[in-house]
DNA sequence: GAGCACTGC
């Protein structure tokens, strides 16, 4: 499609006095368009600078030595501590203790397995920090635990603290983004993964560490797997270091063997025993009759079922080709005849709802947890349990949704035991196999899906549908059953899936895209990148890498030789994926440095718009009322946080949050890193502090301003919106046709001004959604996206490797191309001297390039 | 005509 780009003469005449004014920028060559950011921005390293390693160790000395293990020896004595003790000595880590401290003396590497309730967590590190500090080894010991989890890094050290008898910060602390308890007494220290991975890029061979323990490396997180590689190098280099790798008992063996076969201890858990429960069990139990969705069709439901859907999971397919009569032959005919019926591609909440009443009815007191897919289901059956009402008496049953974005997240309630004779029924989602411990759980109902992330490679898309979980989150499922008595686990699936689910879940690393990965790669110089990645456990995808290696060049964070330029290099600093990185830089660099940071930080954490069960209309009206006429999901994300920071002026900000469905623990985690960005901002000399929030914010306000912004950084996720009669279609280079979320203030919406969208995520569910998106001009694209190519007729300009098109007059084209010429060198000159001040440097092209914004409404409407 | 697994710097 040819986009035609009609400009007035007045507008050509502004925009070109605006620019010719500009300081000793009359000699402009009109065809270097090409010139701009990837190769004005391949000179001159940015020093990444060296900073103090986690800890800071005093040079060890003897007096410190002697007091430390003094202090330790004294604390032992108190009644505190020694009740401590007692209940340590249980936990199956104590036996273990002098064989575990042995192999850490004798072997660099060690990897640990035991169950949940072993004490591996809370005791391992701390045998480590006992034993150098009885050894008068204490003052030059330095021990650092990764976790996955903030919570957890807080809460493990808070627990090692006080069986200790110490505050939190003394000799054991923790240290998460954005906060900590740590001092020059610390020792121990809890961080997440992710702050030691930033760690090592001023501290690569880990300076002073004398052990390193990784736990949960069974759950292959993206920064677990990372940090592996990472260290597999590095031992050679610290032969002193010692390395424990702590995970769950099922797939020890294979980090043993990553490590040389490094030696494995084991130790046996802890819990109460579980019994379980498979499909045809909780049919028999429950006599519930599932219906086939396709009752109607002629003759055998299961073949009538299999016509009609073409393609499904293996496993659901397995059980839908077994013979049922013959495999289940002691079972009633009832239950036969459910099985018959059951469909593994779709859940059946009145199975659920059965299931929970017969609990309910036959099991003994204790809360119900059940595991769900996501928000719809949750939703479903808590109105479900609601209206029917099964045992008459509603003050008899708790219902609470646990579900990671909806308000009831942060409640006491679904930790507190319920008063006597009220059952506590929990309807969670995945948030509750490992991230949210509820400990008086005694019965489990596993529907055994959830939702997943996948990578398509081949069409570059991240997909999020729901599938069969592993045997080991099953098992991790089952266990929250027996935190506090034995339990019962009932599993809404037959024991022949079960049976056929794979043994763990893909590596996180093989389920995402990987240019946030590749950049810290870059960034810690680790090497060429594919080179790097192939030494991992379960190396990614060679497609996964190279799309994510292509979009780091389009970026222009990465030239044609994989070097990190000019732009890449501010780009490592910030924790960020690096488009949203490029916005806040290019934010800052165009004056719109508030605006840019509230937006960088409501997409690199979570959504802040919360998502209530019963008030849905409502919440969504308070977001498109932020958004106002913008046509922009960011603009709304935006606008709430401005509006809570003046209410949280007026100290109302709690009643704000609740008024407008906002997260009210989301808003303060981004206030907190916006300082953050600022901070690192100022370090590599965008912002000086000293000149006050003015002095970058001249178009703040200005709404075309803060759009093409976000195009600088979202490019190259860009939408054609296409008008097709009353309504409008959108399109991607990538996929083809793609709808607008529901969940955004664009859905619904038949006409745009503008014929561009830019997005910051497209993710394919039920259809492929564009999940944020703000409406942009030509003008935005022509001067914040990618480089501007000449058509091969002459006549006009391709963008998006020739998705895109424009054609204007010659003249008009002329300007187009002088212009943004001029605006990718001063671009280019800031980025290699950030302390440049562009409102003088770049007078004239920067307000030519405002003007042109500002006139973008009159040529589409 | 429709929908929102979960972590982390």
Redesign the pocket.
């Known amino acids: 499609m040819q986009k035609e780009i009609k400009m007035s003469t007045e507008i050509e005449k502004r925009v070109g006095n605006l620019l010719n004014s500009s300081n000793g920028t009359s000699s402009v060559e009109t065809g270097s368009s090409r010139s701009s950011e990837t190769e004005a921005l391949q000179s001159k390293p940015v020093e990444i600078g060296r900073g103090a390693s986690l800890l800071e160790i005093d040079t060890a000395s003897e007096g410190l030595n002697m007091e430390l293990k003094q202090k330790q020896e004294k604390m032992r004595e108190t009644d505190n501590v020694k009740a401590m003790l007692e209940f340590r000595e249980k936990l199956p880590a104590f036996k273990l203790k002098s064989e575990f401290l042995k192999a850490v003396a004798a072997n660099q590497v060690l990897v640990v397995s035991g169950e949940t309730g072993c004490g591996k967590t809370t005791q391992l590190p701390q045998f480590i920090l006992e034993n150098e500090i009885s050894s008068l080894r204490g003052a030059s010991c330095s021990i650092i635990c990764t976790?996955?989890?903030?919570?957890?890094?807080i809460s493990v050290a808070a627990r090692i603290s006080s069986e200790r008898g110490e505050k939190l910060g003394e000799t054991v602390g923790y240290?998460?983004?954005?906060?900590s308890k740590r001092s020059a007494q610390t020792r121990l220290l809890f961080?997440?993964?992710?702050?030691?991975?930033?760690?090592l890029v001023q501290d690569p061979d880990l300076t002073g560490i004398t052990h390193l323990l990784v736990d949960e490396i069974h759950e292959r997180?993206?920064?677990e797997d990372f940090l592996l590689i990472i260290l597999h190098d590095l031992l050679p280099r610290r032969p002193d270091l010692r390395l424990i790798l702590m995970s769950a008992t099922i797939n020890a063996d294979l980090f043993s063997k990553y490590f040389g076969n490094a030696p494995t201890i084991h130790i046996p858990g802890f819990t109460f025993p579980v019994k379980e429960f498979y499909l045809e069990n909780v049919l028999e139990k429950t006599r519930y009759n599932i219906q086939s969705e396709f009752e109607n069709f002629r003759g055998n439901s299961r073949r009538g079922r299999r016509q009609q859907e073409s393609r499904k999971d293996p496993l659901t397919e397995l059980f839908e080709d077994a013979d049922i009569d013959a495999l289940f032959k002691g079972y009633s005919t009832s239950t036969r005849r459910s099985l018959e019926a059951w469909s593994g591609s779709q859940l059946d909440l009145g199975l659920v709802e059965s299931t929970v009443e017969y609990i309910c009815r036959h099991e003994g007191s204790g809360a119900i947890l059940v595991f769900l897919?996501?928000?719809?289901?949750?939703?479903k059956l808590h109105d479900k349990l609601k209206v029917n009402n099964f045992l008459g008496d509603t003050n008899k049953f708790l219902v609470l949704p646990?579900?990671?974005?909806?308000p009831t997240?942060n409640q006491r309630e679904i930790f507190d035991r319920p008063p006597p004779n009220v059952r506590k029924i929990v309807l969670?989602?995945?948030?509750a196999?490992?991230?949210?411990t509820i400990d008086d759980v005694v019965y489990v109902v596993d529907c055994g899906k959830?939702?997943?992330?996948s990578y398509d490679a081949l069409n570059k898309l991240?997909c999020?549908l729901p599938s069969w979980i592993s045997k080991a989150s099953a098992h991790q499922r089952r266990g929250r059953a027996g935190r506090v008595q034995p339990g019962v686990c009932y599993r809404l699936y037959p024991k022949m899936i079960h049976d056929a689910m794979p043994q763990y879940q893909l590596p996180?690393m093989l389920?995402?895209p990987l240019q946030?990965l590749c950049l810290?790669i870059k960034s810690l110089q680790l090497g060429a990148i594919s080179m790097f990645l192939a030494k991992a456990l379960q190396p990614p995808d060679p497609l996964s890498v190279e799309n994510a290696i292509e979009l780091l060049k389009t970026i222009g964070a990465l030239d044609d030789r994989e070097e990190l330029t000019p732009l890449g290099r501010h780009l490592c600093t910030?924790?960020?994926?690096p488009n949203i990185g490029k916005m806040l830089l290019m934010g800052s660099i165009f004056q719109c440095l508030n605006p840019a940071l509230t937006i960088a930080a409501a997409l690199?954490?979570?959504d802040p718009?919360v998502?209530p069960l019963n008030r849905?209309?409502e919440?969504?009206a308070a977001k498109r009322s932020f958004a106002g006429d913008s046509c922009s999901d960011h603009i709304a994300l935006l606008k709430a946080f401005e509006g809570w920071k003046d209410a949280k002026r007026n100290r109302k900000d709690r009643t704000f949050c609740w008024e407008n469905f906002l997260s009210p623990v989301t808003m303060q985690m981004m206030e907190d890193m916006r300082n953050?960005f600022l901070d690192l901002l100022s370090g590599i000399g965008f912002v000086d502090k000293s000149q006050g929030p003015k002095a970058y914010n001249q178009y703040s306000d200005d709404l075309e301003m803060v759009c093409a912004i976000l195009c600088a950084g979202l490019y190259p996720n860009v939408v054609q919106c296409k008008r097709r009669g009353k309504?409008t279609a959108f399109y991607t280079k990538e996929v083809g046709k793609v709808?607008?979320?529901?969940?955004?203030v664009n859905?619904?919406v038949h006409l745009f001004p503008l014929p561009y969208m830019v997005y910051s995520e497209k993710?394919k569910?039920?259809?492929i959604?564009i999940?944020d998106s703000t409406n942009i001009s030509d003008y935005a694209l022509l001067m914040f996206g990618g480089n501007l190519i000449p058509s091969k007729s002459g006549d006009g300009i391709e963008m998006l490797g020739g998705y895109l098109h424009f054609s204007a007059s010659k003249t008009v084209l002329d300007l187009i191309r002088k212009l943004r010429g001029e605006l990718d060198k001063l671009l280019s000159r800031k980025i290699e001297e950030p302390g440049l001040d562009i409102t003088v440097e770049g007078k004239g092209v920067v307000a030519a390039v405002v003007e042109l914004l500002h006139s973008q409404d009159v040529h589409y409407r």
Not at 373 to 378: A, E, H, L, R, S
Not at 402 to 406: A, P, R, T
Not at 450 to 453: F, L, S
């Open positions: 976790q996955p989890r903030r919570i957890s890094a240290q998460i983004r954005l906060e961080c997440t993964t992710g702050v030691l991975l930033r760690q997180g993206m920064n897919t996501g928000w719809d289901d949750i939703s646990l579900h990671g974005s909806m997240i969670a989602t995945n948030i196999e490992s991230s949210i959830a939702k997943e992330t991240a999020l996180e389920r995402t946030e810290h910030l924790p960020l994926d690199a954490h979570r718009f998502l849905k209309e919440a969504d953050q309504r709808d607008i979320h529901p969940a955004s859905a619904g993710v569910t039920s259809s959604y999940r």
